[in-house]
């Protein structure tokens, strides 16, 4: 018999003892491993990518899952492979197989240095859980590590007074179609004194006063009014130095809330339901016309300088006037004469007027305005997701189209252009035909042609109008 069988047989001698050794005395063959080691923070289990492990004797824990877990900030440096745990105003910083630690600043040996397993990095938990505050337990029965938060002293609540009456009531105006009134037993220190946030599912606007809490003489609201967004108030302490106002909305909407100038008194406006539209109500039509831009605006001319955009809009704008007049509609312009307000400014005009819609009045153009170029149509924009708006765009280019011998580019929905992102009210912005196309250019400057447009617009206008009649 060779060497090289007898090696064999008493190998396999060998491990055939281990076997039989293992089958009676009930003993694993392998090590225990560590996937037996349970993890309890606060009393709750958890359970990570990577569960602790003991070495050494020293139980290591996922530095990121276990301390984020506690509210820690556990950050990272893989150019140095050093991992940093900050908690309150403590800084724990290791190097990965380094058993040198700092903590805020000073050095402190390990027993055993932090290390990667599986990706993810290891650290010696009780070294630093106990150097952060917490309190490191272990339960030798289930192999059980247990960390848990300090316990900080509950300070008393600071009370500076009380909220003592709360009203909501109609507005004057579309931005403030609907104003929540709450009266303070106590100023307020300042605007970081409250705080706002939207909810949805269902939609509801959130005011929490800190330091304040709720007279037991206020209750709730209910609001019905059919133009409103507002549904009803709800007022209640959140917690025990905490008054909180939560407005139940019938959509979406993030209203203006303003502090007056004694602090004793905040207000909650709402906008106009988007939904809601009787331009009748008040017994008359009324339409802001903008035309856009003025004399002194740079650029917005044709290529060869025949056509200067401002002109062209304020011709168009004013016979478009004429037309609505003659059919008992009032007609606002947002410029007079040769001013050229900001677009702000164009928008609080139609914001503080009665008007029902806005439409604003351009010419389109392409590259650099200097040489002539091949785009050419007409387009409509109306603000995204407003329904009003989008009808509004709808009637007036069906009134145009195909009556206009020109391209129809379409109805185009935006979320940038300003006059009619800002206003209040049913707006859209027209594009009418590009200056920087030369056949386009030809029809721009046309009085005929403008005559057109402007009755067939004002014909979509009074579509809309009449979609609303009783």
Known sequence: MTKEIKFINIFINIFIFIIFFCVITGKPVAAATHDDINLVINNKQVAADVMPIIQDNRTLVPARAVFETLGGNVEWDQGNYKVTVKYDSVVVILKINNKVAT??????????????????????????????????????????????????????????????????????????NTIVTIQMSEPLKGLDSYSTKVLTSPDRFVLDVKDFLVDSKISDLTYNQKDSPLAAVRISDYDKNTARIVCDLKEATTPIVDLSKDGKTLTISFRTLTTYFNPMEDGKLVVVLDPGHGEATAGKRSPDGSLREYEFNRAVANKMKNVLEAQGIEVILTVNNDSDPSLSERCEKANNSDADIFVSIHANAFGNGSEWTSPSGWEIYYFEGSVLGNQLAEDIAESNFPQIAINNRGIKTTSNLYVIKHTSIPSVLIEHGFYTNLQEVQLLKSDEWRDKVASYNAEGIIKFFNSYKK
């Open 103 to 176: 903590v805020n600043g000073e050095g402190k040996t390990l027993d055993v240095p932090a290390t990667i397993i599986n990706g993810r990095t290891m650290i010696p938990v009780r070294f630093v859980a106990e150097e952060l505050g917490f309190q490191v337990g272990w339960i030798d029965s289930t192999r059980t590590v247990t960390i848990t938060s300090p316990q900080k002293p509950e300070e008393p609540p600071v009370i500076i007074g009380h909220l003592t009456e709360v009203q909501a009531e109609k507005g004057t105006s579309n931005n403030a």
